[in-house]
């Protein structure tokens, strides 16, 4: 059976409660040698020419899920600890779990071991089964300024994408945005642009406007 691996804080809350009912991930992977030359290269998993790569490196990744595919969710598959911190997702390393706080690089106490039992402070790594129920594209990025408004990063349908584009431009509107991020486990969708802004400025730069698959379950 095919697996989902989290590892991002700001949804644990979400996913522990069972409210986070999608998961977004690039519908693209980088080419490892030529980052946009047009010498023969070859992926980890699929050998494939340069000839495939867009002009910045960019391969086309295809979906991995179906509808009504099964799928187990887990947090942080590959780690070799069992169980984790319900308050800030870290393996557990003793009762009295320490973890860094973020920003600050100091060791702090996250979980009140006096007032609870050290079992209700810890999850297991695999969460549950699920069925997939949609799977549609968005893109994510930095969209050129429209009548008159400054350059906006956010979202835009695509392919099979339940949502529509607002007054027929290419962002979503409002309603559809709070939906998006909320399904995802976030709170807001002030939140969810938060995460995928730190997300691009990581990993790429915002300015090139990328897709990405959205699976529902």
């Known amino acids: 059976m095919k697996t989902i691996s989290f590892s991002a804080t700001e949804v644990l809350p979400a996913l ?14 980088i080419c490892g040698e030529c980052f946009g030359t047009k010498n023969t290269c070859a992926d980890n998993d699929n050998p494939t020419t ?12 295809p979906q991995r899920f ?11 598959q590959r780690s070799q600890s069992k169980k984790f911190c319900k308050i800030c997702g870290m393996k557990t390393i003793h009762k009295n779990h320490l973890y860094i706080q973020p920003r600050k690089k100091r060791y702090i106490a996250c979980v009140d071991n006096n007032n609870q039992k050290p079992d209700e402070n810890w999850f297991n790594k695999f969460l ?9 594209k968005i893109s994510i990025g930095l969209y050129p300024k429209i009548y008159n ?3 906006y990063f956010g979202i835009a349908p695509l392919d099979n994408c339940p949502y529509k584009a607002k007054h027929n431009d290419i962002y979503l509107n409002n309603e559809d945005d709070e939906d998006l991020a909320k399904r995802d ?33």
């Open 185 to 217: 486990g976030f709170d807001s969708y002030t939140s969810f642009l938060k995460y995928f802004g730190r997300y691009f400025d990581d990993n790429y730069d915002r300015e090139q406007v990328k897709p990405f698959w959205v699976t529902r379950w």
């Open 128 to 136: 549950r089964t699920t069925k997939v129920t949609e799977v549609f």
């Open 149 to 151: 408004q400054s350059a």
């Open 16 to 29: 522990l409660n069972g409210s986070k009912k999608q998961t977004i991930r690039p519908a693209w992977k």
């Open 50 to 61: 340069c000839d495939d790569c867009d002009d910045d490196g960019f391969i086309e990744k």
């Open 66 to 76: 179906g509808i009504g595919d099964s799928a187990k969710l887990f947090w942080q």
